[in-house]
Nanobody
Framework: QVHLVESGGGLVQAGGSLSLSCAAS????????MGWFRQAPGKEREFVAT????????YYADSVKGRFTISRDNAKNTVYLQMNSLKPEDTAVYSC??????????????????WGQGTQVTVSS
């Protein structure tokens, strides 16, 4: 089992920045990709970004590419999401996720085995 806890959400004005963290505990040694997803009120959960265990491979949703950066520190069992140039449409609950699996596509939520409880990000216009 892997337990994930997000932190760093909050309220920010459009154009501002926020940094999210996701601390993992438990059987973290074998985790493969770790990712961030978000869900706005009344909308489906959507992929934001994901990163391989070694940090070599990263993937981003087109809507956040160039504004968000995902990174991880395996020594601290933590994955980060730096969010810059935030827009009101980025408002959502952001959740991190982890998977042990090997796959050809890590942008789908179904590939992830463990999820955090989420942290609210609100961007005001």
């Amino acid at each position: 089992q892997v337990h994930l806890v997000e932190s760093g959400g909050g309220l920010v004005q459009a154009g501002g920045s926020l940094s999210l963290s996701c601390a993992a505990s438990g059987r973290t040694a074998s985790t493969n990709y770790m990712g961030w997803f978000r869900q706005a009120p009344g909308k489906e959960r959507e992929f934001v970004a994901t990163i391989s265990r070694g940090g070599v491979s990263t993937y981003y949703a087109d809507s956040v590419k160039g504004r968000f950066t995902i990174s991880r520190d395996n020594a601290k069992n933590t994955v980060y999401l730096q969010m810059n140039s935030l827009k009101p449409e980025d408002t959502a609950v952001y959740s991190c996720a982890a998977t042990y699996r090997r796959a050809s596509d890590y942008t789908g939520g179904s590939i992830y085995d463990y999820w955090g409880q989420g942290t609210q990000v609100t961007v005001s216009s």
